[in-house]
């Protein structure tokens, strides 16, 4: 998602599409090892890249599907389509972009937003990386932001030392599927001591039917410097379902900062497994904002590895489950050194008989000593179809700890609605004011105009809910 | 009201079958040297306007291990029920281990449910506080202790 200021908006619907005829190469459904040869021929890749996506293809094999969580008994891993190519080359520039891609993107309001308040954007259609720019201000202080296939191009040596080190292929089924047949993500590498000032974004689009995107992401903030980068992802209306599945990997090194945005409102034929987890340094700090609204079911637990002496974490995740949709988000918080402290914040809306989960881990080690955590689960039930549940697992292995967990259901209060409504606001309005002040907590922590399209999109999801 | 005590390891099944019951539910554990305490708590609300207050408090020493997980289900067409679970535990050894799950599952909006939990040592403060009016440290510390499992 980006801003979409008043006409940019006009023309875009949600779950519009365009052809793939002109798509440069499409994959047959299915996966074997021919066709992660193939993908990894199609780009060229030096021979280690191969050897780990066939290694995680065997280990893709050998697990079984989660019994836990959501649903996944929809997903056809032998239907879906693993790499789809829109076009030939990365673009820097929107002119040479083929005009309907060019088109989709503009609707979505991208191009106005990367004027003005971005630093850097790049945009990716179903498996490839198909625009991008990084503003020259920040480009020559060395930050890099690339595809990660450039990024595994231009820096072998720094993808080589990082890639699959905090989500190992064997994680768990998903992030093996990714390590497999990832295709294009961002690859940031910001510099000692560089505070990159804007948000670098990165936009993620399926427009294929039936296909999965597999986007692998990294990002390494060197000692001290500073970053914050924001994804939004969409797709199209079909009624065949496709796979959202990606891995992102985040290095914040001595003293510095990372904030992590997504904003995901996939259509509701979307399944989104996604592994993100933060490996944080001495006085490091790693910020995960995650706005659930869209995907059929959503599974994605933002992870800190709270690793040096002093590191923070925050996670901060607002969930919003409408008719046939399960988010089951959470955080898990890792501390395995003295003096670190974490906040997870979750916040979650059923409506129209959505369910929505938090399921969440903290461990603090036996050498996290004088560590804190806190987790807070506030959920709001807008109907009595809808369901919502609370799982979080505590585990402390040292005395000098202090942990808390605090979780609330609650409906909108008659009170609050007819205190509202008695000042003239109509119960619609008074319903959006209420679920808008419930999460504001969290919108506070984006850019200005993000908060203001998320309370948009918001007022757009509680439209005609009065039953 | 109608009022349970837990003070056993295990899995308690608590069931809330008739419209209007109430319950309250008390588990209070100290596990030392090498004791394994794992206590499993299900309240299960079938009826509406029922109630239920769970509290389990722990104190864990020396190398013993503690464990409390529990869980408010709240089944649809259960409105105007309230469930509150509280978990405890004052975890005192580096060499004991500590686990709090508190899970709910809520299949109705008009209901009121929260819980809580907290993993924590002795606050210094109180214990410099008693220590100050002349206590010595493990006087002070039994006095906390003490208030911690009688408190409400």
Same mark, same amino acid.
């Given at each position: 998602?980006?801003?979409?200021?008043?006409?940019?908006?006009?023309?875009?619907?949600?779950?519009?599409?365009?052809?793939?005829?002109?798509?440069?190469?499409?994959?047959?459904?299915?996966?074997?090892?021919?066709?992660?040869?193939?993908?990894?021929?199609?780009?060229?890749?030096?021979?280690?890249?191969?050897?780990?996506?066939?290694?995680?293809?065997?280990?893709?094999?050998?697990?079984?599907?989660?019994?836990?969580?959501?649903?996944?008994?929809?997903?056809?891993?032998?239907?879906?389509?693993?790499?789809?190519?829109?076009?030939?080359?990365?673009?820097?520039?929107?002119?040479?972009?083929?005009?309907?891609?060019?088109?989709?993107?503009?609707?979505?309001?991208?191009?106005?937003?990367?004027?003005?308040?971005?630093?850097?954007?790049?945009?990716?259609?179903?498996?490839?990386?198909?625009?991008?720019?990084?503003?020259?201000?920040?480009?020559?202080?060395?930050?890099?932001?690339?595809?990660?296939?450039?990024?595994?191009?231009?820096?072998?040596?720094?993808?080589?030392?990082?890639?699959?080190?905090?989500?190992?292929?064997?994680?768990?089924?998903?992030?093996?599927?990714?390590?497999?047949?990832?295709?294009?993500?961002?690859?940031?590498?910001?510099?000692?001591?560089?505070?990159?000032?804007?948000?670098?974004?990165?936009?993620?689009?399926?427009?294929?039917?039936?296909?999965?995107?597999?986007?692998?992401?990294?990002?390494?903030?060197?000692?001290?410097?500073?970053?914050?980068?924001?994804?939004?992802?969409?797709?199209?209306?079909?009624?065949?379902?496709?796979?959202?599945?990606?891995?992102?990997?985040?290095?914040?090194?001595?003293?510095?900062?990372?904030?992590?945005?997504?904003?995901?409102?996939?259509?509701?034929?979307?399944?989104?497994?996604?592994?993100?987890?933060?490996?944080?340094?001495?006085?490091?700090?790693?910020?995960?904002?995650?706005?659930?609204?869209?995907?059929?079911?959503?599974?994605?637990?933002?992870?800190?590895?709270?690793?040096?002496?002093?590191?923070?974490?925050?996670?901060?995740?607002?969930?919003?489950?409408?008719?046939?949709?399960?988010?089951?988000?959470?955080?898990?918080?890792?501390?395995?050194?003295?003096?670190?402290?974490?906040?997870?914040?979750?916040?979650?809306?059923?409506?129209?008989?959505?369910?929505?989960?938090?399921?969440?881990?903290?461990?603090?080690?036996?050498?996290?000593?004088?560590?804190?955590?806190?987790?807070?689960?506030?959920?709001?039930?807008?109907?009595?179809?809808?369901?919502?549940?609370?799982?979080?697992?505590?585990?402390?292995?040292?005395?000098?700890?202090?942990?808390?967990?605090?979780?609330?259901?609650?409906?909108?209060?008659?009170?609050?609605?007819?205190?509202?409504?008695?000042?003239?606001?109509?119960?619609?309005?008074?319903?959006?004011?209420?679920?808008?002040?419930?999460?504001?907590?969290?919108?506070?922590?984006?850019?200005?105009?993000?908060?203001?399209?998320?309370?948009?999109?918001?007022?757009?999801?509680?439209?005609?809910?009065?039953? | 009201?109608?009022?349970?005590?837990?003070?056993?390891?295990?899995?308690?099944?608590?069931?809330?079958?008739?419209?209007?019951?109430?319950?309250?539910?008390?588990?209070?554990?100290?596990?030392?040297?090498?004791?394994?305490?794992?206590?499993?708590?299900?309240?299960?609300?079938?009826?509406?306007?029922?109630?239920?207050?769970?509290?389990?408090?722990?104190?864990?020493?020396?190398?013993?291990?503690? !464990?409390?997980?529990?869980?408010?289900? #709240?089944?649809?067409?259960?409105?105007?029920?309230?469930?509150? @679970?509280?978990? +405890?535990? %004052?975890?005192?050894?580096?060499?004991?281990?500590?686990?709090?799950?508190?899970?709910?599952?809520?299949?109705?909006?008009?209901? !009121?449910?929260?819980?809580?939990?907290? #993993?924590?040592?002795?606050?210094?403060?109180?214990?410099?506080? @008693?220590?100050? +009016?002349? %206590?010595?440290?493990?006087?002070?510390?039994?006095?906390?202790?003490?208030?911690?499992?009688?408190?409400?």
């Amino acid at each position: 998602m980006a801003i979409r200021n008043g006409a940019s908006m006009a023309g875009y619907k949600h779950g519009d599409s365009f052809s793939t005829a002109d798509y440069k190469h499409i994959s047959k459904p299915g996966l074997s090892e021919r066709v992660i040869r193939e993908i990894s021929a199609f780009k060229d890749e030096p021979e280690w890249m191969l050897q780990q996506r066939l290694k995680a293809y065997e280990i893709f094999k050998s697990k079984p599907m989660p019994k836990w969580g959501v649903d996944l008994s929809g997903i056809d891993f032998n239907k879906i389509r693993y790499y789809l190519k829109p076009t030939e080359d990365q673009f820097s520039s929107w002119q040479d972009v083929p005009p309907e891609v060019k088109e989709t993107f503009d609707k979505l309001g991208i191009l106005e937003a990367e004027q003005k308040v971005l630093a850097g954007v790049k945009t990716q259609l179903d498996s490839e990386v198909v625009y991008g720019s990084l503003k020259n201000a920040w480009s020559k202080y060395g930050v890099e932001f690339l595809s990660m296939d450039e990024g595994l191009k231009k820096h072998p040596e720094l993808v080589k030392e990082y890639f699959n080190k905090i989500v190992p292929a064997a994680d768990n089924k998903f992030a093996a599927l990714n390590a497999a047949v990832w295709s294009g993500g961002s690859f940031v590498y910001v510099p000692p001591g560089v505070d990159v000032k804007l948000p670098l974004q990165a936009y993620f689009r399926i427009n294929a039917q039936s296909s999965g995107q597999f986007e692998r992401t990294m990002i390494i903030v060197d000692e001290g410097a500073k970053v914050h980068y924001i994804e939004g992802c969409t797709a199209p209306n079909f009624s065949a379902n496709s796979l959202h599945s990606g891995v992102i990997e985040i290095f914040v090194k001595k003293g510095a900062q990372c904030q992590y945005t997504t904003v995901q409102n996939w259509y509701k034929n979307i399944y989104n497994l996604v592994t993100q987890r933060a490996y944080v340094e001495e006085a490091g700090k790693m910020v995960w904002t995650d706005f659930n609204m869209g995907s059929k079911a959503t599974m994605k637990y933002p992870s800190v590895v709270l690793a040096g002496k002093g590191a923070k974490g925050e996670v901060l995740s607002m969930a919003l489950a409408g008719a046939d949709q399960h988010q089951d988000t959470g955080a898990k918080a890792i501390h395995l050194a003295p003096y670190t402290s974490s906040t997870i914040i979750s916040k979650s809306i059923s409506k129209g008989g959505g369910r929505s989960s938090y399921r969440g881990l903290v461990s603090i080690g036996p050498k996290a000593h004088h560590s804190k955590n806190t987790v807070v689960c506030d959920a709001l039930l807008l109907d009595p179809e809808s369901r919502s549940d609370t799982y979080p697992v505590d585990k402390v292995f040292n005395s000098q700890v202090e942990v808390q967990h605090e979780a609330t259901v609650s409906k909108i209060g008659d009170d609050q609605l007819f205190y509202l409504m008695s000042r003239g606001i109509s119960e619609e309005d008074a319903r959006k004011m209420i679920v808008n002040g419930f999460i504001e907590d969290l919108v506070k922590k984006l850019p200005l105009e993000y908060a203001v399209e998320m309370n948009r999109l918001i007022d757009h999801e509680m439209e005609g809910s009065i039953g | 009201m109608r009022k349970i005590e837990i003070n056993k390891s295990g899995r308690h099944l608590i069931e809330l079958k008739n419209p209007g019951e109430e319950v309250e539910i008390v588990g209070v554990f100290e596990a030392k040297n090498k004791e394994k305490i794992d206590v499993e708590v299900i309240i299960h609300h079938q009826a509406p306007r029922t109630l239920a207050n769970t509290t389990l408090k722990g104190v864990v020493r020396d190398q013993s291990q503690l !464990k409390f997980k529990g869980l408010i289900t #709240i089944d649809p067409n259960c409105g105007q029920s309230s469930s509150f @679970l509280t978990e +405890r535990i %004052l975890l005192l050894s580096d060499q004991a281990h500590a686990e709090a799950i508190p899970d709910l599952e809520i299949l109705t909006d008009d209901v !009121k449910c929260s819980h809580a939990a907290s #993993i924590s040592n002795l606050d210094e403060e109180h214990l410099f506080y @008693l220590m100050s +009016r002349g %206590l010595s440290k493990k006087q002070a510390e039994k006095l906390i202790v003490n208030g911690f499992l009688e408190a409400k």
